[in-house]
């Protein structure tokens, strides 16, 4: 079984920062890209940002761009999210999740594996 383990949310007053983490736990899974979600109360699943695993190419939601960053560790099969300035309409859960193929409509959608989720809550 592999399984998708996102962490570090947390609570954290507006402007300040957090980093979110995603490995895998079990058997190997190939991974073309990796994503962040995330889904706040009353309102549609949004996608936030992605990455490449091969290239590191990145892709953000315009909401998200200046503030966010994503990248990769290889070697740890890991992906992180470095959140800065945030703000309060940031408050959400936030999933990882993993493609093992490109699908027409990547990044916004097109993941085979998804991370239980990790609660970021930012307090103004």
């Known amino acids: 079984q592999v399984l998708l383990v996102d962490s570090g949310g947390g609570l954290v007053h507006a402007e300040g920062s957090l980093r979110l983490s995603c490995s895998f736990s079990?058997?190997?899974?190939?991974?073309?890209?990796r994503g962040w979600f995330r889904h706040a109360p009353g309102k549609e699943r949004e996608f936030v940002a992605a990455?490449?695993?091969?290239?590191?190419?990145?892709y953000y939601a315009d909401s998200v761009k200046g503030r966010f960053t994503i990248s990769r560790e290889n070697a740890k099969n890991t992906a992180y999210l470095q959140m800065n300035s945030l703000k309060s309409e940031d408050t959400a859960v936030y999933y990882c999740?993993?493609?093992?193929?490109?699908?027409?409509?990547?990044?916004?959608?097109?993941?085979?594996?998804w991370g239980q989720g990790s609660q970021v809550t930012v307090s103004s």
């Open positions: 079990g058997l190997t899974f190939r991974t073309v890209g």
């Open positions: 990455i490449t695993w091969r290239g590191g190419h990145t």
């Open positions: 999740a993993a493609a093992s193929s490109y699908a027409t409509t990547w990044p916004e959608e097109g993941y085979d594996l």
